[in-house]
């Protein structure tokens, strides 16, 4: 299954818009969307409710290669393609339509996200997902009790038929809570199916493709639900240990996606369940040991060739000839080569290691026993985390960059050296391996920093806040004052259009967000009182700001803001001694623009909501009392 988007909810629909019509004014490319739309789009929409079913089944293989690319598929949503599939080819007679459908249904989700998810929700595709279900029951059936029942082509298309189907109820899930419930309080017969093909699967293996669409199932929703771990865990048939072992076999070898899986559901299982025969550290080294043993011998390189060459793009559609004899049954008729798909998988198995690291790192970062106490890291953690995940995920960062991020691993890197930076410091010490490969992780991630993408920036600058918290006044060799001042001006740029738009955007309050941690940081070891006093008047003014309900609407990532503003004060300005709090905190009186800040604090603090946001409350609760005892400290201690 592709990688899943995020949906996107304030998307408008455009399953039922109307057909544009040309003015004297049109531009030379809605004239061209036009003719195309005229030509193309509409014949092949009509050809599915053709009577002929040579002409349905050609009209939706070319619509599924037309869908691949994004004005296309606006053409295509523009002339109702989803209602279109749902009222005629999802329902087919012909077999082979009603699995081609269900595909291309999951891969619009996967690339349109909500309003795709949102519209098959509410037009009942369950009904049609729940008679696949009972074909699907009825088949592997027959397959067990009688193998001969189903010939090899009728075997392949029953494998894409089940993958087609789970992929798409993950889908739906993913989109939102609403429909994640929705789906979960209809799941219990998808799992009970699930199982029963996995341990049938395991037993007698037909196709990894199929073994991995069962665990790409169970993983997913085992990210997402405490409560579908437990349910799994209490179903007797179903065994975390035989998936485990089953991946060993020499039927698996090249199968790295599977193996991922397998150990990402070890996971998420040791989360919620434990692991009665390894402590927590020794589970997660295990985990962090086999998923490395597995993606560092996979060739990026190799994927970048697969990826950059053509499958007959260019190739007119062809139906297959239905007496050719299937040689590969894990490559479906019309695809891509089985050399693409392999390195599909391969790359799909990175990504997903690389989101199990990063939970692991949050993992580890919690104490569980006293979460006053920091976190005690063992050596085997801090062995893989300094020789093999650092040199891994540095290694991909950097190659994503220098070919134009044909991976696109770019993001989830950034996250992953975001959390295992954040866990040093939350560990009774950073290693003293980690100090030597600060310099090259701060050179990759300012290089990708360089981009427009506000996400990157944002990330880098999460990463830089850690680091810098780590090195101390060392951050003086790599933060220049310009530099400094570029990220104060974007913050109140950033912070000046939010008030003119009088709209909260998400990106831009983490992005300030992060940007105060790291100026907060820099401003205490700099060595500069001018930057320091920089930094400290956008602290302020961010409180100042964001106190306001007016400004804040009370939204969560908005109070943020002026909490950990108000903490990176106290931090900076927390000892006379140091040599920037007379010239900024004494002479720029900001005692008294404390003082006049507190009573809207307090106001700020009371309006969060304990039910919706507890943590929140609880942050804001301290930073409030600690403003007033701030301000008393700071009133006598030059007395």
Not at 9 to 31: F, H
Not at 380 to 386: C, E, P
Request: proline residues 4%; aromatic residues 8%.
């Amino acid at each position: 299954m592709g990688k899943l988007k995020k949906g996107r909810r304030n998307q408008r629909g455009r399953l039922n818009p109307v057909a544009k019509q040309m003015g004297p004014n049109a531009s030379k490319q809605e004239i061209k969307e036009e003719a195309t739309r005229q030509n193309k789009i509409v014949p092949l929409i009509g050809k599915l409710s053709s009577s002929a079913p040579n002409d349905r089944s050609v009209a939706l293989s070319a619509i599924a290669v037309l869908a691949e690319d994004a004005t296309m598929r606006k053409l295509l949503l523009k002339e109702r393609l989803v209602p279109t599939i749902m009222e005629q080819t999802l329902n087919d007679t012909n077999e082979e339509l009603v699995v081609e459908s269900f595909g291309l249904l999951r891969n619009l989700t996967i690339e349109e996200g909500y309003e795709i998810a949102k519209y098959l929700w509410r037009s009942n595709i369950w009904a049609s997902i729940d008679s696949g279900l009972t074909k699907i029951e009825k088949s592997l059936h027959f397959m067990r009790t009688d193998p001969k029942s189903l010939d090899n082509k009728v075997t392949h298309m029953l494998f894409d038929f089940i993958e087609n189907v789970l992929s798409l109820i993950v889908l739906i899930a993913s989109c939102s809570e609403d429909l994640y419930e929705s789906i979960y309080s209809k799941i219990d017969r998808v799992v009970a199916i699930v199982i029963d093909a996995l341990n049938w699967n395991i037993e007698k293996l037909k196709t990894v493709k199929l073994f991995n669409s069962l665990l790409d199932f169970i993983y997913e929703f085992a990210s997402d639900s405490t409560d579908f771990i437990i349910s799994l865990a209490n179903i007797p048939s179903f065994s975390l240990t035989k998936v485990i072992e089953a991946v060993q076999q020499p039927a698996h070898e090249k199968n790295n996606l599977g193996k991922i899986y397998a150990q990402g559901i070890y996971f998420h299982f040791l989360e919620v369940k434990g692991d009665e025969t390894a402590s927590k550290d020794s589970a997660c080294a295990q985990i962090l040991q086999a998923t490395f043993d597995t993606v560092t011998k996979i060739d990026i390189n190799h994927i970048k060739e697969c990826l950059s060459t053509s499958d007959n793009a260019q190739e007119p559609l062809q139906k297959p000839n239905p007496e050719e004899k299937l040689q590969d049954i894990d490559v479906p008729f019309g695809s891509e080569s089985p050399e693409k798909l392999h390195a599909r998988s391969d790359l799909q198995a990175i990504d997903i290691s690389i989101d199990l690291f990063t939970s692991i790192c949050e993992y580890l970062a919690s104490n569980e026993s006293n979460v006053e106490e920091p976190v005690v890291l063992n050596e085997d953690l801090i062995k893989l985390f300094l020789e093999v995940a650092h040199p891994s995920y540095l290694q991909l960062l950097v190659f994503d960059q220098e070919n134009k991020e044909i991976l696109q691993l770019t993001h989830k890197v950034l996250v992953a050296y975001n959390n295992l930076c954040w866990l040093f410091l939350s560990s009774n010490a950073i290693p003293t391996g980690w100090f030597s490969s600060i310099p090259e992780l701060w050179q990759a991630v300012e290089s990708v920093t360089k981009s427009d993408n506000l996400d990157y920036h944002r990330l880098g600058l999460n990463i830089f806040w850690a680091l810098t918290k780590s090195v101390g006044p060392q951050v003086k060799d790599k933060v220049s004052l310009s530099d400094v001042r570029g990220l104060l001006a974007r913050c109140n740029e950033l912070t000046s259009q939010m008030e003119q738009s009088k709209e909260l955007d998400l990106l831009t309050l983490e992005y300030v967000l992060s940007a105060v941690g790291f100026l907060g940081s820099v401003a205490q070891v700099i060595g500069n009182v001018e930057i320091t006093s920089e930094i400290g008047q956008l602290l302020i003014s961010l409180i100042r700001y964001f106190v306001d309900p007016q400004k804040n609407k009370n939204d969560a990532k908005a109070i943020e803001i002026p909490v950990e503003c108000l903490n990176l004060i106290y931090d900076i300005f927390g000892d006379a001694e140091y040599e920037y709090d007379l010239p900024v905190f004494v002479q720029q009186d900001y005692l008294q623009q404390l003082e006049k800040l507190e009573p809207e604090v307090k106001a700020c603090y009371k309006h969060i909501d304990k039910h919706k946001n507890p943590e929140l409350k609880l942050r804001a609760e301290e930073a409030w009392t600690n403003l007033g005892r701030f301000i008393d400290y700071k009133k006598t201690e030059r007395q």
